[in-house]
């Protein structure tokens, strides 16, 4: 059975704090894994990782995939509270994790 | 405890039939949500239903889609006339939450291909 976990659930952090999230999998037939946040009524897309090791960045928010050991991190530096929202990651036949509710104070 | 499942798992269909899509949400959660997701493309947000209130349709991209929430848990999204484009797999979720913003727990899918 496909699974993607995603730890930790939940997370809070001050303004300006580095944050990494994670995603682990263990999916048949993987092409990609993918990154959302959710704020509103759909999940907004943020990386598609399909390779091992190639780094993908977008602004504070950074992606990498390691293909060996099944797992995925999303590193959002400098948090601002519009970060807030919780992450969710995709990965075979678009499994979803569990989602990590990221919460940053000011 | 059983998650949100969804059924079939893979249609085929002829271009200008009709399918009924089914989801059954996790026992207890108010909230139920279609979504689709085509090929490249990111979530779609189709259709809403939040306990008794009306559902919010303003996702839907045409009048040949629809969806109905039987008994506040089982929901059907029927394609009426498929088309080629409506091809793509079709997401359900739900959640205990009142708004958008908790977690929503996602079924596995059902993979329309409209030839």
């Known amino acids: 059975e496909d699974k993607v976990v995603q730890s930790p659930l939940s997370l809070v952090v001050h303004e300006g704090d580095t944050v990494t999230l994670n995603c682990s999998y263990e999916?048949?037939?993987?092409?990609?894994l993918l990154w959302y946040k959710q704020e509103k009524k759909a999940p907004t897309f943020l990386f598609m990782l399909t390779s091992s090791g190639i780094e993908k960045k977008s602004g504070r928010l950074s992606s990498i995939l390691d293909k060996k050991e099944l797992f995925s991190i999303l590193n959002i530096t400098a948090t601002q509270t519009g970060d807030s929202a919780i992450y969710l990651c995709?990965?075979?036949?678009?499994?979803f994790g569990q989602g990590t509710r990221l919460t940053i104070n000011p | 405890g059983a998650g949100v499942s969804q059924s079939p798992s893979n249609k085929v269909t002829e271009k200008g039939k009709d399918v009924e899509l089914r989801c059954d949400p996790i026992?207890?959660?108010?909230?139920l949500y279609w979504y689709r997701q085509s090929l490249g493309q990111g979530l779609e947000f189709l259709i809403y239903?939040?306990?008794?209130?009306?559902?919010?349709k303003s996702g839907l991209p045409s009048d040949r889609f629809s969806a109905e929430r039987t008994g506040g848990s089982v929901s059907t999204l029927t394609i009426q006339r498929t088309q080629q484009e409506d091809s793509a797999v079709y997401l359900c979720a739900s959640s205990l939450a009142r708004s958008f913003t908790d977690t929503q727990y996602f079924g596995p899918g059902t993979r329309l291909t409209v030839l």
């Open positions: 999916v048949t037939n993987f092409r990609s």
């Open positions: 995709a990965a075979g036949k678009l499994v």
């Open positions: 026992s207890g959660h108010t909230a």
């Open positions: 239903f939040q306990g008794n209130s009306a559902p919010d």
